[in-house]
Every structure is written in C-alpha cells, then in structure tokens.
C-alpha cells in the first residue's frame, strides 16, 4: 500500500488507470488497494468519476532512507502499520541486537501508560520505540523516564522554538495539554542482560479529527499553525535521545535534575498522587536524584518513585 500512498501523497486528483501504469496493476487492482488503504488505515480516499481519487488530506510520510543516512550506525525497522512499536521492538529483540529504532505510520494497539490506549492516527504523528542496552546495572535506569522527557522537549524546542514543559514523571505539555507521552518497558534479566524499550508518541501534525483521547491534548501543528516535517522530527528527536541517554549513562539523572527542574510543570503546586487506590495530597516540592517525585506532606518531604503513580493537581491550586 505504500507505493499507491506515495503516488497519492500529494493530495492532488490521480487516474485509475495512471497509478494502475505507473503501479503495473490494473486499474481493479488500484480500486481494491484504495480500499484497504480506507478500510484499514482509516484514510479519507474521494473518488470522482472523470478525475480519479484523491486523499481528503495531502499526507506527508516518514522517509526511513534520510534517517538511515543520519544513523549509519544505527539498526531503523520503519513500519506502515503495526500493533505497537514496544511490541514490535521487543520481537526483533529476540533476533538483533540493541541499540535500535522501530517506528510505524501508524499503530492499531498503541500502549499507553497504565493500561491506557495512545491514538496512533496514520501519517500524522511521531511513534518511535528506541531499544537501550542496560550495560552498567540497573543504577542506568534511575529517572530514565524523566531523562526521555528532556530529550523529547529538547527535540520540540528545536523543531519549533516553542518550550514545552514537563509533568513527573514523564508527560510533555505544552499550555497544560499532553503534546507526548513516554512509556518505559524494562526486558530480560535484572542481574544479566536487559534492555529498556523506550516507547514515545509525540503528536505532531494530528489536528481536530480525534475524539477517542480522554484528556487535553495538543500538536504541535496546532501549536504552530504549520505543518511539521516528521522525518527531521524523527531525525532531532533520536540525535537528542542519543545525546541525553549517554549522559544518563555516564553521570546519571542528578547531572540534568536542575535542567529539569527549569521545565517542571507543576513546580510548587498542590497536587494529588495516586498509587493504586489510595492517594496522598500534598504541595510538589521537586524531584530527588534518582527521578522521584518530592511531595511536602503535613510539613514533611515525601519521596514517590514507580511507574504506576499518577499525579494530578488539586482543585484548590
Ligand atoms: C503515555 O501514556 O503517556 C505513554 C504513551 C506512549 C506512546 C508510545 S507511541 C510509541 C510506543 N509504542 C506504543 O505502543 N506506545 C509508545
């Protein structure tokens, strides 16, 4: 379906029998792949008789070949459509090895954090599974996710200038809606090798059409009133993962907690933290050297560390 996409990318009006030439199928042929491309990438194809088809939206594609270029070194498995890049990475864990990218066009099984789905819409916004050997003992992953979130916002900066900021443990805002979410998954053995399949969805181009997503969220086409260009995304966002991830390796998230605290979101605000089913309210004071979050509770500061937590603010704020 790729190439058929490709000859449509442009948003303009092509033949039948023109993509079915430069395809060498027949025009039945371009009908039944026009089809699938609907059915099932959920893309908007009109058909005019007398003019051809065309998409309801011009699509711009992610160009695997230019980020190869950039990373001669680094093993990128780009996909039209998958489950979920995470998943995806961990099964080619089993065969290559780390450090490697995987990124799709679109995911019909996007993970979010605890049990949430993350809306994958094709062409529209960055998935990206980046795979990270764990070389030097788990102390590597000590506020690793915090660690993404600057890369990420690094990234955004670059692109736009916009500033975004951070809300702990790993969420990207900007004005208060989620532009990216960051979902960190730890494979294989603790004490011999593992990896951490970094998993991040940066919405870019996606703009009204969504209404599955239950909380506020933005892109940074929305933001910009412009349309992003995905492959230098893809290309800033991985040059500041690589830049980020090795000082991680070498002096640790206390090296980059003041840098982070300068993008604290929620700094000095009184917030909500909820660790399974109970909740602990309290003022947000920081975060401590290894990524946890600091809560001033009844006048005593609280350290909070775990995936599973989740922190929203308090009606009073
Ligand atoms: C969150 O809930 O904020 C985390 C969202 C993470 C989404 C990304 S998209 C690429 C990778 N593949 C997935 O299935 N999830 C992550």
Same mark, same amino acid.
Do not use: F, R
């Given at each position: 379906m790729q190439d058929l996409l490709m000859l449509l990318a442009d948003g303009s009006f092509h033949s039948g029998s023109d993509l079915g030439r430069q395809l060498g199928v027949s025009r039945a042929a371009v009908w039944k792949r026009i089809q699938r491309i609907t059915q099932e990438l959920g893309i908007s194809v009109q058909s005019v008789q007398g003019k051809g088809y065309r998409l309801a939206q011009p699509l711009q594609l992610l160009n695997g070949d230019v980020i190869r270029r950039v990373f001669p070194a680094l093993p990128v498995y780009m996909y039209e459509?998958?489950?979920?890049t995470n998943e995806q990475a961990k099964q080619l864990l089993s065969e290559h090895s780390a450090p490697m990218a995987v990124l799709a066009e679109? @995911?019909?099984q996007g993970k979010g954090r605890r049990g949430r789905e993350w809306v994958s819409p094709f062409a529209q916004n960055l998935y990206l599974s980046y795979v990270w050997p %764990?070389?030097?003992?788990?102390? @590597? %992953?000590?506020g690793l996710s915090l660690v993404v979130g600057l890369a990420v916002s690094k990234a955004i900066q670059r692109l736009s200038g916009i500033a975004a900021l951070l809300k702990w443990p790993n969420d990207v805002l900007i004005d208060g809606r989620k532009v990216a979410g960051i979902l960190l998954e730890l494979i294989g053995d603790p004490v011999e090798l593992c990896h951490v399949v970094i998993g991040i969805g940066v919405n870019l181009?996606?703009?009204?059409?969504?209404?599955? %997503?239950?909380q506020e969220w933005t892109s940074l086409s929305k933001e910009m009133g412009a349309i992003i260009d995905r492959t230098l995304f893809a290309q800033v966002l991985i040059e500041e993962l690589d830049r980020y991830l090795e000082k991680q390796k070498t002096y640790g998230f206390a090296s980059m907690k003041a840098e982070w605290l300068t993008q604290h979101?929620?700094?000095g605000r009184n917030a909500v933290l909820q660790i399974g089913s109970h909740s602990v309210s309290g003022k947000v004071v920081g975060v401590a050297d290894k990524g946890e979050l600091c809560l001033l509770v009844e006048g005593e500061e609280r350290k909070y560390l775990g995936g599973e937590l989740s922190l929203r603010l308090q009606d009073d704020s």
């Open positions: 459509s998958l489950g979920s679109h @995911q019909t %764990i070389t030097e003992g788990l102390n @590597q %992953i000590d181009n996606m703009l009204d059409l969504v209404d599955s %997503i239950d979101a929620w700094q």
